[in-house]
């Protein structure tokens, strides 16, 4: 599996901006970064692990959850081996632990995008959003 390192976390009024960041190392059967689709979840305390963006390894398509669609935008950097994400216009609800994730499916428009799709995480990183 490939480790995956998130920074970028923190406190921010609502309206504001963060971008995060997630580091990859290691490599899993010859595969590179550039071999795996990357994801964003996240997860607000009491509830379940939500999807909030993902891009492809072939094609580089990228697809987001209708809640932050026009506010975040996820790249990535292969030779750098780190995907981002920038989050504008931040909300309160917007308020929960970030993960990374690397899989090896593709993804397309009406794809459900399941945790189990991945398999390595990311330890995470806090956004608190104040209002």
């Known amino acids: 599996q490939v480790q995956l390192v998130e920074s970028g976390g923190g406190l921010v009024q609502a309206g504001g901006s963060l971008r995060l960041s997630c580091a990859a190392s290691g490599r899993t059967s010859g595969r590179t970064f550039s071999d795996y689709t990357m994801g964003w979840f996240r997860q607000a305390p009491g509830k379940e692990r939500d999807f909030v963006a993902v891009?492809?390894?072939?094609?580089?398509?990228?697809y987001y959850a209708d809640s932050v669609k026009g506010r975040f935008t996820i790249s990535r950097d292969n030779a750098k081996n780190t995907v981002y994400l920038q989050m504008n216009s931040l909300k309160p609800d917007d308020t929960a632990v970030y993960y990374c994730?690397?899989?090896?499916?593709?993804?397309?428009?009406?794809?459900?995008?399941?945790?189990?799709?991945?398999?390595?995480w990311g330890q995470g990183t806090q956004v608190t959003v104040s209002s």
């Open positions: 994730a690397a899989g090896s499916r593709l993804f397309y428009s009406g794809s459900y995008f399941r945790t189990s799709d991945f398999g390595s």
């Open positions: 891009m492809n390894w072939v094609g580089g398509s990228t």
